[in-house]
């Protein structure tokens, strides 16, 4: 899922919701640029490696 928003305030809202409902591990935050693009492989890398933990939607096979 992409989220993108022009207000830091949006995506802190929405990171604080996913992080609430367990799904805060994929989240990846790239606002402003502060993150250097090793940085962002690595949390990209990190993001993939932790799908598994992302739980199944009822009715979804894990």
Do not use: C, Q, W, Y
Request: cysteine-free; proline content about 5%.
């Amino acid at each position: 899922m992409l989220f993108v928003a022009e207000k830091r305030a949006a995506l802190e809202a929405v990171t604080k919701r996913l992080n609430g409902a367990g799904l805060g591990d994929p989240v990846m935050d790239l606002h402003g640029g502060a993150t250097a693009r090793r940085e962002s492989a690595a949390g990209l890398t990190a993001s993939i490696n932790n799908v598994h933990s992302i739980p199944a939607l009822p009715g979804e096979r894990s």
